[in-house]
């Protein structure tokens, strides 16, 4: 148990789905992130939220849309997805965002498996 | 050049055996170390931090080289539990901290 539950765990969508990934951290943190782990590549940053406000986007397509209600919940809304966007999406958190230490530690979501047909 | 790259692999050794990876990163802004750890279809875990001086866990050690922009573990009699991939990870402040995952490298310890 990491304190950072996602859902679903798998998901298999058409490209003309909409659907949302949804993640919630137990632990207290101010900073949520989302990352893609495609087969064979490096984790890919994709949004990054610090007490509730998107503070990078790292040149993610519109096809994917994240949300932040409050600092333990994190969304990410995904319409018209390609079949290329088939990957493991985690879900991370950690204490704070900026601090520049050994104590900014990610703790991550089991993920969801995501393939899109 | 890739911001974090790592030892290709796969690694397959013996049990007990001592195996090294080796990470080098290309930022030398950057400002703290770890190594996670992945199993196969989970999410990575965080193994140990890396400190300046160097530090060792049980049957682990982490370097830290900042002039050579480099960061290796060592695992000392390798358990069949230590088969998963292990990934080094960097941060820089690039106007809030910004984790960079390396690759990862495949360790299977074998009976």
């Known amino acids: 148990e990491t304190g950072v539950t996602q859902t679903p765990r798998h998901l298999v969508m058409g490209m003309t789905n909409k659907k949302s990934l949804k993640c919630e951290q137990h632990l207290g943190h101010n900073a949520m992130y989302w990352y893609k782990q495609s087969a064979k590549k490096p984790l890919e940053l994709m949004f990054v939220?610090?007490?509730?406000?998107?503070?990078e986007n790292n040149s993610v397509p519109s096809r994917f849309s994240p949300e932040c209600p409050n600092s333990s919940h994190l969304f990410l809304h995904l319409h018209t997805l390609q079949p290329e966007d088939s990957a493991l999406y985690l879900c991370?958190?950690?204490?704070?965002f900026g601090q520049g230490s050994l104590k900014e530690k990610l703790f991550f979501g089991s993920g969801t498996q995501l393939s899109v047909l | 050049r890739k911001e974090v790259e790592q030892d290709p692999g796969p690694f397959n050794v013996p049990e007990g055996a001592t195996v090294a990876f080796n990470c080098t990163y290309s930022?030398?802004?950057?400002?703290?170390f770890f190594w996670y750890r992945q199993d196969c279809r989970k999410e990575p875990k965080l193994l140990m931090s890396v400190y300046s001086s160097g530090n060792e866990d049980g049957r682990f050690t982490a370097q830290l080289n900042r002039a050579s922009q480099y960061i290796s573990l060592l695992i000392r009699d390798s358990k069949l539990s230590d088969s998963a991939t292990y990934l080094c990870?960097?941060?820089?402040?690039?106007?809030?901290?910004?984790?960079?995952f390396g690759p990862g490298t495949r360790l299977s310890v074998l009976p």
């Open positions: 939220y610090s007490l509730e406000e998107r503070v």
């Open positions: 991370a958190s950690s204490q704070d």
């Open positions: 930022n030398s802004a950057s400002q703290s």
């Open positions: 990870v960097v941060t820089y402040d690039n106007y809030g901290q910004n984790f960079v």
